[in-house]
C-alpha cells in the first residue's frame, strides 16, 4: 500500500458567511494532527470571520459578494482540489458538526480505504444494530 493511501492528504474545508462568532472554537477542535491544511471560504461576510481566520492563518479565498451556499461549496473543493487533496472533509465554521470527527470521516474515504467508491456524511443517520438505516449500500460516516 503506498504512503498517498496510508496518509493521504487531508484537507478541511469550511464554507464561511459571517461565523467570526464560531470559528475559532470550531478551529481549535480540529484534530490538527490528521489535517494537512484548513481552507477557508468566506462567501462576503459582514462580521469578523475574515479578521478570526487570519488570526488563525488559515488559507483564505474571499468572494466578493454572498453567491450562495452552492458557490461556496464550489469554490471550498475546487481549492481543496488545487492543493492537491487526497480527501476533502467539510466542516462548517458555525460547529454544526463535530470537528473532532475529522478523523473518523477521513480514514472512511476512498483515499484511505480504496475499494471505496465513496463516502459521505450525515447528521441524519441513526445507527442500529443493523448497520446504516435506509438500505444503502454507500458507508456513511456519522
Known amino acids: 500500500m ?3 493511501v496510508r ?18 472554537m470550531t478551529y481549535e477542535e480540529l484534530p490538527k494532527d490528521t489535517v494537512s ?8 461576510s459582514t462580521d469578523a470571520t475574515l479578521e478570526v481566520a487570519r488570526q488563525l492563518g488559515l ?5 466578493n459578494r454572498n453567491y ?7 469554490t471550498c473543493y475546487a481549492e481543496a482540489l488545487r492543493a492537491g487533496a487526497d480527501v ?4 462548517h465554521p458555525d460547529y454544526q458538526y463535530d470537528p473532532r470527527l475529522v478523523p473518523r470521516s ?3 474515504s476512498p483515499a484511505a480505504r480504496p475499494t471505496w467508491c465513496w463516502a459521505r456524511g450525515s447528521r441524519r ?4 444494530s443493523r448497520g446504516c438505516r435506509g438500505g444503502s449500500t454507500s458507508r456513511t460516516a456519522s
Open 2 to 4: 503506498s504512503d498517498e
Open 125 to 128: 443517520v441513526r445507527r442500529s
Open 59 to 63: 488559507e483564505i479565498f474571499v468572494h
Open 106 to 108: 477521513s480514514s472512511r
Open 37 to 44: 491544511m484548513v481552507i477557508l471560504v468566506d462567501d462576503g
Open 7 to 24: 496518509n493521504p492528504k487531508v484537507i478541511v474545508v469550511m464554507p464561511a458567511y459571517n461565523a467570526g462568532r464560531t470559528l475559532r
Open 88 to 91: 476533502v472533509v467539510m466542516v
Open 68 to 74: 450562495g451556499y452552492g458557490a461556496n461549496q464550489k
